[in-house]
């Protein structure tokens, strides 16, 4: 595969076409053209051409793409032949929220460890885990191979918990605190932030409500 750049609005549509191939493998079927795949997306046949053609076209034109060899490339684009290794660091209600979210190991993501700086939390079995002391963090991350950090903590504390997190080892933190990292740029953070989407659905009811009143 070629070398290139690809935009970050290529990559964010990536997981989408990964999901709704997903649920085409496992429905069995196993051809499907752009267009098939543009009518149960949403998206046009000529913007999923275009986004494939970034990794080579991955099909045969006229011929449709393999749905099992499509999804097995982009789960390789987007790492997910490989296993990886988490941590929560926050064990409050979203940081037990995502322990709880089984569907994240389906996917290869393996949530080994919980920590929080609580002392009352200590102990306390969440799923399979239980929660830890910080102080137990650095020996843990390095005997298990950990490679992700789930932060769900106050954004006051995030900043210097994502330091101590990247003095440790860690390549890649899923930034729940409303607060921008200061991280080197080899240390890949995805922040979240719910209310963005939140604030994308209220624009769109506005904007539906304007464009035809009384609806
Ligand atoms: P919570 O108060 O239930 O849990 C926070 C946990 O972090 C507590 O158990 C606390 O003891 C622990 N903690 C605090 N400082 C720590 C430190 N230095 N090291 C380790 N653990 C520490 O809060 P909740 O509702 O779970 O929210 C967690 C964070 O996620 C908050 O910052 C909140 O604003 C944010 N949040 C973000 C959302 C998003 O869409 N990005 C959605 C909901 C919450």
């Not at 499907?32 to 913007?47: F, G, N, P, R, Y």
């Not at 700086?117 to 399979?128: E, H, S, T, V």
């Not at 490679?147 to 990247?166: N, S």
């Amino acid at each position: 595969m070629e070398n290139k750049e690809i935009s970050q609005a290529v990559i964010s549509r990536l997981p989408r076409y990964f999901r709704y191939l997903g649920e085409l493998k496992d429905e069995g079927i196993e051809r499907i053209s752009s267009q098939e795949l543009s009518d149960i997306m949403k998206v046009t046949a000529s913007q999923i051409r275009q986004d494939f053609n970034n990794f080579g076209g991955f099909g045969q034109q006229g011929y449709g793409y393999k749905v099992e060899y499509l999804y097995e490339e982009i789960g390789k684009i987007l790492g997910l032949d490989k296993t990886h290794n988490l941590i929560i660091i926050g064990a409050g209600n979203l940081g037990q929220a995502l322990a709880n979210y089984m569907n994240f190991e389906r996917r290869g993501f393996l949530f080994k460890g919980m920590f929080d700086n609580n002392p009352a939390l200590y102990g306390k079995k969440i799923r399979d885990m239980q929660v830890r002391p910080m102080e137990e963090m650095e020996q843990f991350v390095k005997e298990n191979n950990i490679d992700i950090a789930v932060l769900t903590i106050p954004k006051t504390e995030a900043r210097a918990v994502a330091e101590k997190l990247v003095r440790n080892g860690i390549r890649g933190i899923w930034n729940f605190a409303h607060v921008d990292l200061n991280v080197p740029k080899e240390i890949q953070v995805e922040n979240v932030h719910l209310s963005d989407s939140l604030m994308k659905l209220t624009y769109n009811i506005n904007r539906f409500e304007q464009e035809s009143p009384g609806c």
